[in-house]
C-alpha cells in the first residue's frame, strides 16, 4: 500500500522533534541523544524535517518495532510518498546524520 501526502510549504531551518517537543536549533550531537532516548523507550519517535526537499527528501523518521528501528523517509516528488523498511540502530544513525 503505498501512503502518499500533500506536499508542506518551505521552512525557515531544519526541525528535529520526538514526543517531548521541537528544537530548531541543534547539532549531531542532539540527534544522537533523541536517538538513543528512543532506542531504549519504544514509546518514543524521533523526526528530522528539513526546510525543503534534500534529494527528494523531505524528512525522515524513526520508532522502535519488534524487528528493529523502523525507518521512514518522505519522498518529495508530486506529492510526498512514505516509504520505510526495518534497519539497525547504527543504520538508523547513519541516515539521521547525514
Known sequence: MERSFKNVGR?????LENQNGALFSFNEADIEFLLE????????????TSPSAVNKVRYVQACMHDEGVELQLGIEEMNTHLI????????????FLD
Open 11 to 15: 521552512m525557515e531551518s531544519f526541525k
Open 37 to 48: 532516548d528512543m532506542f531504549t523507550d519504544e514509546d518514543q519517535f524521533v523526526t528530522l
Open 84 to 95: 520505510h523498511k526495518v534497519c539497525s540502530e547504527e543504520e538508523c544513525k547513519a541516515v
